[in-house]
């Protein structure tokens, strides 16, 4: 049924389609129906192109040995393309045992055996379906071949590269290129056809189709179509599983009874109270205030923990931006017993200990600038705290701690905004300005993502132009790392790193920040490129370290002083990037800055791409575009290529099942390759138009709305218009719809 905005909606998990039978097409996927069958073997499958490509390789009916799974337990379960080695490529690449319950069948006389080779096809979506488990997006290997590999499962519905010609054809038989995605003229659509190609500079008319492959790389949005048709953290990042989530939360509470883990929190119960009496004071990890308790009796129960200063400290603080509103304020609650009791409740000690943990092992792989082996909330700004228990309350697995988190989310943004420490004019301590700024970004953060429309407006016009003066304040140029290398270790502050690799982050992080409003919400940015003028991030087995001893030989291992995090700045390689072809020795230097460093410089890509569909641009102007471009996938593969098992950048979602290691995954980051899609479907959509124009302004002058006239009675050509229309958009409508229009072309 379309629903009012004329979109097809599933009935089962309200994804959104413009075509009825692709929602019909979707609506199989809820369902074990497989009413495609093959009339040679008697396979059956859930859609007809599977069936399609099925086709192509059947070898007739299938035989014992050949029916058998020949795919290993673990690609099995993750859905992945398995070479069918003892052990796989997936499993050696990770180093974790391979095992068979059925043994891969030995290869036939006629057909040699299967190398270890990469998988063509490494899935890591996983969004369509929030529970469902999370798995790598490491990048596929271009040049094997299909014949070498097995799939794991018959109703894996993603196309190999090298099939991606036979799928064209089909594809072409049916469907034309809309004419409204290259912005042509109808009168022009069948002499210019725009092309995507990222790898050639000029812009070609008709391209041949069989050159498909090689402009998509075998890239498709499978983060960025969901990121941009959801809002929450929880469904937009890579927040892991509720399974997993529900894990974490099991696990720590089990910790929590248990008096383990929590030395760190100082949030340890009284060590009179036996640990049987614990579960009766804390059910559900939700402190027992109520109108009997008066308000605040059951605090005294942790009046020997050194936190409940600080979570009072919130609660008053709290209190005072809702007693003592300013004229604009856009808090709506009135002060009263019966709201203090939920406050106290929200942040009670053993609540927030539940929160903290979510926030590190969820949120902080997404947005990593806090430093956890050194975090200790007793000496931590109360403001800071407030929002980290915020963002975890709001990826719990609880739906209560997420309604109950709401109701604060205004009156922490009043707190953090009107702090001292976030004006940096004063005497106070450079951590407390920092950790006010880090407070202030989560603030961006939770509104953005989990505020109302009214919120997200708030923190878009506002609340961030404040965040990025206040980091120009603390001076981003001052953000740069020291020569560790030559440091001997007993002269190593872990201290004055931690500051320094923090400051580097929450920069960054505001950076990436201004670039997703760029993208998504087509707001003019901020920040320029030209004042990133901070050190690279380090990579994460240095930031990681749980010891200054460890931290110092991570260093030693992997930022010596010829590599890039010693010798860039993150405005240098930018710029490197789009000057000119980078040779492989230098794209596999650039290889080592890791995730969230190339990410960085992906998004600035969008900040040129910005500038060049709002100025009054030529097509010369997008070489330099081009060049970061084709630079950067290259760069990307090369980072790619390296196991994660011997990475020093984190570990992906499948490499750390423990709750206990969750932290150390690599985020939302390990998507920059759809960026660059996105980036290069962008530029060569601006060609197109930019061809287009001049095609139309040379054979139709006369035309009335395509020449304005000068003052000398002469006639100049108007500019195309910008891909996007509208401007500070709240919905990221405007980019799925880009998105969705791509896939339609590609996918048919």
């Known amino acids: 049924m379309a629903d009012a905005l004329g979109l097809h909606r599933c009935p089962v998990c309200f994804k959104t389609y413009k075509r009825r039978e692709h929602l019909q097409r979707h609506r199989s996927s809820h369902t074990s129906e497989r009413p495609h069958r093959c009339v040679v073997c008697g396979a059956s499958f859930q859609r007809s192109d599977v069936l399609k490509r099925h086709l192509q390789t059947c070898d007739g009916p299938s035989t014992p040995s050949s029916s058998r799974r020949r795919a290993c337990d673990r690609c099995v379960r993750q859905k992945k393309a398995c070479n069918s080695t003892q052990p796989c490529f997936n499993c050696q690449r990770r180093s974790v045992v391979c095992h068979y319950s059925n043994p891969p069948a030995p290869p036939s006389s006629s057909q040699p055996a299967a190398a270890a080779a990469p998988p063509l096809i490494d899935d890591a979506s996983g969004h369509s379906n929030p529970d469902e488990t999370v798995v790598s997006n490491h990048v596929p290997q271009p040049d094997q071949g299909p014949s070498e590999l097995v799939l794991a499962d018959s109703t894996f519905d993603h196309v190999p590269f090298d099939d991606l010609d036979t799928l064209i054809q089909e594809t072409v038989s049916q469907f034309q290129i809309p004419d409204s995605w290259f912005a042509v003229s109808p009168s022009q659509s069948s002499a210019t056809t725009a092309t995507l190609d990222v790898e050639s500079e000029p812009f070609h008319h008709n391209p041949p189709s069989d050159s498909l492959p090689s402009r998509y790389r075998g890239y498709s949005f499978r983060f960025l179509s969901d990121f941009t048709s959801r809002t929450g953290l929880v469904t937009s990042f890579e927040c892991a599983t509720l399974a997993q989530r529900q894990q974490i939360v099991s696990t720590f509470h089990q910790s929590y009874l248990d008096h383990q883990s929590l030395d760190s929190l100082g949030i340890l119960p009284p060590p009179s109270l036996p640990p049987e009496e614990l579960p009766s004071q804390i059910p559900g990890f939700v402190s027992s205030v109520g109108p009997e308790s008066g308000g605040l009796s059951s605090w005294s129960f942790w009046l020997h923990n050194p936190i409940v200063v600080n979570l009072q400290q919130v609660v008053l603080l709290v209190k005072n931006v809702v007693r003592v509103k300013p004229n604009n304020s856009t808090i709506t609650l009135n ?67 997420i309604d109950d988190a709401r109701m604060w989310f205004n009156c922490v943004e009043e707190m953090v905004f009107t702090d001292d420490d976030f004006f940096p004019v004063g005497t106070s301590e450079n951590r407390q300005k920092l950790q006010a700024l880090q407070a202030a970004y989560h603030v961006c953060l939770y509104q953005n993502w989990e505020g109302t429309d009214a919120g997200k407006r708030r923190i878009r016009r506002h609340r961030f132009s404040t965040v990025v003066s206040t980091a120009r304040d603390l001076g981003i140029d001052t953000a740069r790392h020291m020569d560790y290398s030559a440091q001997p270790k007993h002269e190593f502050s872990w201290y004055e790193f931690v500051m320094r690799e923090e400051l580097i982050r929450i920069f960054t992080w505001i950076f990436l920040l201004d670039t997703a409003f760029v993208i998504f919400n087509n707001l003019p940015h901020r920040m320029v490129i030209k004042e990133m003028k901070m050190s690279m991030a380090s990579p994460e087995a240095c930031f990681q370290a749980a010891t200054a001893e460890e931290c ?190 791509f896939q339609k072309f590609t996918i048919g």
């Open 335 to 401: 002060w009263s017993t019966a709201l203090e009791q939920q406050c106290l409740r929200f942040f009670s000690p053993p609540r927030f200990a539940k929160f903290i943990e979510l926030y590190w092992s969820v949120w902080h792989p997404n947005v990593n600038f806090l430093h956890r082996p050194t975090f200790n909330p007793t000496v931590t700004k109360p403001i800071l705290l407030a929002t980290m228990a915020l963002i975890g309350a709001c990826v719990s697995p609880d739906p209560v701690d």
């Open 552 to 741: 110092i030989d991570q260093i030693y291992r992997w930022m010596p002083l010829t590599s890039p995090f010693c010798t860039l700045l993150l405005r240098d390689a930018i710029e490197n990037l789009c000057l000119d072809n980078l040779t492989q020795e230098v794209q596999q230097q650039y290889s080592q800055l890791g995730p969230l460093n190339l990410f960085a410089m992906v998004s600035a890509i969008h900040y040129m791409i910005f500038q060049h569909q709002n100025l009054f641009a030529v097509e010369g102007q997008l070489v330099p575009i081009r060049n970061g471009l084709r630079n950067w996938i290259g760069i990307w593969e090369k980072y790619a290529e390296v196991p994660s098992a011997v990475s020093p950048h984190g570990l992906l979602q499948e490499d750390c099942p423990a709750p206990a290691l969750m932290w150390k995954r690599i985020g939302f980051v390990r998507f920059s390759h759809e960026y660059w899609l996105l980036g290069s479907l962008l530029t060569d959509r601006l060609s197109a138009t930019t061809v287009a124009s001049a095609d139309m302004s040379s054979a139709n002058a006369s035309l009335p709305g395509l020449f304005s006239t000068s003052a000398n009675g002469r006639g100049k050509a108007r500019s195309a218009e910008p891909i996007l229309e509208k401007y500070d958009q709240t919905s990221m409508r405007q980019v799925n719809d880009l998105i969705t229009d």
